[in-house]
């Protein structure tokens, strides 16, 4: 029986199991889920529990369900990543009816900054080591786990997608004070602030933006909303030149709609060929970077190196194709070829 055969045989187990009777369903699925913990299709099964507990209970019995095992961050986890992909399709109604379920582990207070300390929670190394080396906190830095600002700032996208700016304003506030290196969290505050006719802060923002952005959907969200800003301000050339370079990082829909409009609206007759050879030096005169910002990419090649130490070979190879994703350095691509070569020598697969 392969592994995948395994699983569907548990998962037909627990819904084959679930009583008629909707008082001891909760009940039954925490069996269940402890039951299963150890098993080796629990991270391929837990979010069959989120399916059911979103389904057939309410959100207090979910919080209950949650309140009363071990381990629900693997559950919590699996909802927020259903509702991430109903944001994805723009499907805004049903990410926030499932979101309804998890919010209350999002808006959960968080732990004071002591004398001399401060709280902050980071989505991965590279953000926490960019925030230690470049930004120097003068203050003893605690690290909370990230799963709840994580909450916070899908919440807020699901309520923009909804049109109700001024809700996800705060909420997305919230998160960045939690992790204020995250570049995701920083593009879709801009993107509010500019709805709201914000330019002043929304362009501090997107500059911070451009220089912690580490994964190539951040840094495009970054130049469309510098695009958007130019738009505000009439400068057109400006910002076609920032949605070309967007879709060169993530080909987005909505950096397409906005190219489209904004050529429209100017009038300006647009040729591919005029930003290919001029679209650096536009931005240079605006002091906006071009690709991704220096600190970062030396950052996570020195990831790299430091895993390569420790001979953890897969993490190291990780940091590389990241770094690699921003630069297309041949020099990356070789290293990575190597790393790969010598674990398909000593792995035996």
Partial sequence: MTTQELCNDVIR?????IPGDHGEVIRYLQQQYISLQQHPCFLMVVGEFGKILTTRCQVDEFFWFCEEI?????????VLND????????DYKAAASLIRYILPFGEGPWPESGVGTEVRSFRDLVEYTYYMVICEPEREVIIEPYLKTDILLQYGRILSGMGENE???????????QSPVHAGILGSLADIQLKMNQPDQAGDIILRSFRCSWMKKDLAHAYRNQGSLFSLHEKYDAAITCYLIAEAWDDSPDGGEALRSIIEYSGKEYDPGYYNEHGREILI???IPVGPDPEVTSLLVKIADDYLEEQNLFKAREYLIRAHQLLMSDQLEERIWRIERFIEDQVDF
């Fill in 13 to 17: 187990s627990i819904h084959e199991g």
């Fill in 70 to 78: 071990d381990t629900p961050e693997p559950l919590i986890r699996t």
């Fill in 83 to 90: 509702c991430t992909d109903f944001i994805g399709l723009r």
């Fill in 167 to 177: 809700l996800a304003l705060p909420v997305l506030e919230d998160a960045k004070r």
């Fill in 285 to 287: 005169a605006y002091g």
